[in-house]
């Protein structure tokens, strides 16, 4: 017999006495549990190359156990059982000082005398635990440093800049000083409505205007735009995050090419870090043409939930458009006024 059957003595669970000596039996299972009256237990003469602790300690009616002649692994595996031959919970145990079976070079330690050090055992698990702790570790801070990656590129191109520029004071600083009322966003295609259409009405012939007082309809301002402003010989990503610096506000000019170029939704995601580190909505959205709201990214899907945005009309009508460039000024009239009012703050402060 090479095994147990299944439910072998589920009908004699008052069995006293069991003896399966010489068979080719390599291990009990728990088929013998059902067995709590088991006094007297013979396993000599089997392939076993261990014994289940637990099957032993559960039957506590156990007195006599015979293991001889088998072929015992001193294996970190086995090493419960040995533990357990060198202090039994029964009155007879015979077959303890038979030596080791596998490996090869414990053939000469007896069964009993088996100790493996913690070490030596529990390496390999100790590593995997280690290294399972380890990723752990490594994909908490990856996601934390995903969902923050925007502060974090941010800030180190401000401190990148703070190096080698010295011209403006960053707008975090309670002394703030601006170059330009707002930082306009835009894909290239956009260039030709830019200049000939934004610029002469948000610009016009005059200077920017810190305290306006007017209707927003006779008031001038000094953007930014990257085809006129941006400083050549920089790299592009430090000319963004710059300009935006030394803006009050952001115009971004939404078109089906904006959504598709990757440094506008660099520009995106550079204007959301900025407006939340400043806690204040310093942002314009225009969309210049009709974009399904599926086919917004999902940065733009929130601005266009929860901001307030213009839409430019397509169609060639004096007072739309006349409306439509007075809500403009108006809208960037009113963040330069909050600017100035927190830049006013701070100060009272200091």
């Known amino acids: 017999m090479i095994s147990l059957p299944a439910n072998m003595f589920s009908k004699v669970p008052r069995l006293e006495y069991l003896d399966l000596s010489s068979n080719f039996l390599k291990s009990i299972d728990s088929s013998i549990n059902v067995l709590y009256s088991l006094v007297h237990l013979n396993l000599s003469n089997n392939r076993l190359f261990t014994v289940d602790v637990d099957m032993l300690q559960q039957n506590t009616a156990l007195r006599y156990l015979n293991v001889e002649k088998n072929n015992f692994f001193c294996t970190c595996e086995n090493s419960r059982f040995s533990a357990w031959i060198r202090n039994p919970t029964i009155r007879a145990l015979e077959g303890d000082y038979q030596t080791c079976g596998v490996p090869a070079e414990l053939t000469n330690t007896r069964l009993r005398d088996f100790d493996p050090d913690w070490i030596t055992c529990y390496t390999v698990p100790f590593v995997f635990i280690c290294v399972g702790a380890g990723v752990v570790v490594v994909a908490g801070l990856a996601s934390i440093v ?132 400043e806690r204040r909505g310093a942002i314009i959205v225009v969309f210049l043409e009709q974009i399904p709201y599926k086919q917004l990214p999902k940065t733009l899907r929130l601005m266009k939930r929860h901001v307030t945005y213009l839409e430019w009309p397509e169609e060639e009508n004096e007072h739309k458009r006349a409306e439509f460039w007075k809500k403009m000024k108006l809208s960037l009239l009113k963040r330069i006024q909050q600017t100035n009012r927190s830049s006013d703050d701070n100060d009272t402060q200091v």
């Open 146 to 277: 995903a969902y923050h990656r925007l502060d974090i590129v941010y800030c180190w191109h401000l401190r990148r800049q703070s190096r080698f520029r010295k011209s403006y004071v960053r707008c975090n600083k309670n002394q703030a000083h601006y170059e330009y009322d707002a930082f306009v966003a835009y894909a290239g295609s956009s260039e030709e409505w830019i200049v000939r259409q934004f610029l002469p009405h948000v610009e016009g012939e005059g200077q920017s205007t810190d305290q306006g007082q007017g209707k927003g309809q006779d008031i001038s301002f000094k953007v930014c735009i990257h085809s006129r402003d941006f400083l050549p010989g920089e790299y592009i990503i430090d000319n963004i995050v710059e300009k935006m610096e030394a803006s009050r506000a952001t115009i971004l000019i939404i078109s089906h090419n904006f959504i598709k170029s990757d440094w506008c939704k660099y520009e995106v995601d550079i204007t959301q870090a900025k407006v939340l580190r």
